[in-house]
């Protein structure tokens, strides 16, 4: 019996399936960081420009967000708005759902107007929103705040300023976090670039099945700390947060001042491996030039998404002893498709988005048809982000 209040395309065959195949586990994505907590409470999990948190933090505040939130009434399954830049409250609001068989929907941008984001909020009917005062399109005109009180289903408002973090809830107890990992936990959306944005559904398992398969390939660990400048409000930075929290390394996130140096933050924060898009990775080359750097501080591997990158910025990489990493993939299947680091550079520059071996793939836990998805992985590795 699939305890899931959604409708989805998980069933007991597909969890049986994938499950005998190691590929799902019987774990959730919070069950994985709390481990971290229990046998590593002082390694750093999640840190941006206001705070750094250690795993033990990172897990009580989860915790006392769980906690808050089911005293309020939010029950299992209801959704979990997240309007905010990429800060750590990110990572806690999503550990909490995972936590309480909430769904996790971060996937309000800063282009979003508050007006878009209402009728998000109305289509997904959320009970909970966590938003920062001023963020958005024209948040200087428009309140979100004032409009989604409203909304009739919406229970809870957390109204978190840059640099304010969630209150503990006074003498809260939380009850025994959820230990399905076939719920749905994670609900993004669509760019919309084609009509409407559509939503996704994933659940632990088809989020930590691709998290490990990367962490695996690439070597993720303790000691990686994984700097993503995507924004968590997109999939490949919430993907970036998932791999790190499997892996037990460090999320570093790229909220600095645009004045601000990105390679001065990188070898600060002593980021191991990268995640962005061809812009980010030609940018970097080119201050590293204007200062006669010739490495990127610990920097050691590049997950490059999006769109494809010229083959001058693969060999300006590989020069500095970055390795690229070509990496694709629909929201629908949660970008699994990439390079691995034992390829030729030439594989890794000609086979982007749209030009790799086609396979078949299910469109994630949703509702969303099957399509076809390209991937440049061996099939062993990409079967494990089938769902």
């Known amino acids: 019996m699939i305890a899931n209040m959604i409708l989805t395309l998980i069933s007991t065959e597909r969890i049986t399936q994938h499950t005998a195949a190691g590929h799902w586990r019987d774990h959730t994505i919070y069950m994985e960081a709390a481990g971290h907590a229990q046998h590593a409470p002082d390694t750093f999990a999640a840190r941006d420009r206001f705070r750094r948190l250690t795993y033990r933090e990172l897990i009580s505040a989860a915790d006392h967000l769980g906690a808050e939130m089911a005293a309020r009434g939010i029950r299992v399954g209801q959704r979990v708005a997240v309007w905010l830049p990429s800060r750590v409250e990110i990572a806690v609001a999503m550990l909490a759902c995972s936590r309480n068989g909430y769904v996790c929907c971060p996937s309000l941008h800063r282009d979003n107007t508050v007006l878009e984001v209402k009728a998000l909020l109305e289509r997904i009917r959320a009970s909970v929103l966590i938003a920062q005062p001023g963020y958005g399109a024209d948040a200087e005109r428009h309140d979100i705040f004032a409009l989604a009180a409203e909304l009739p289903f919406l229970k809870l408002i957390y ?37 409407e944005p559509k939503g996704v559904m994933h659940s632990d398992n088809t989020l930590l099945a691709n998290a490990r398969a990367l962490a695996s390939d690439w070597d993720f660990g303790p000691r990686s700390v994984i700097y993503t400048f995507s924004p968590l409000s997109h999939n490949l930075g919430f993907g970036a947060m998932v791999a790190a929290f499997a892996a037990g390394g460090e ?57 494809a990158t010229p083959s001058g910025v693969i060999a300006g990489l590989l020069r500095c002893g970055v390795m690229p990493q070509s990496g694709y993939g629909m929201t629908e299947t ?53 769902v």
Do not use: W
């Not at 107890?173 to 670039?193: E, H, K, M, Q, W």
């Not at 594989?347 to 099957?370: D, F, H, L, N, Y």
């Open 251 to 307: 999320l570093v996130m790229h909220d600095t001042p645009h004045t601000s140096s990105p390679v001065d933050r990188l070898v600060e924060t002593g980021a191991t491996f990268l995640f962005g898009v061809p812009t980010h990775a030609i940018d970097l080359l080119a201050e590293m030039r204007s200062r006669g750097m010739t490495r990127l501080g610990d920097v050691r591997g590049f997950r490059i998404s999006g769109a």
């Open 334 to 386: 949660c970008s699994h498709q990439y390079t691995l680091p034992t390829d030729d550079p030439e594989v890794i520059a000609e086979t982007p988005a749209g030009r790799a071996p086609v396979t078949k793939s299910v469109s994630g836990t949703g509702t969303i048809p099957i399509s076809s998805c390209r991937s440049a992985k061996s099939a062993r590795s990409a079967g494990a982000a089938l």
């Open 159 to 195: 109204r978190l300023a840059a640099g304010a973090t969630f209150d503990p809830p006074a003498a809260l107890s939380a009850a025994a976090p959820c230990r399905d990992p076939n719920r749905v936990i994670y609900l993004p959306f669509t760019s919309g670039t084609t009509g």
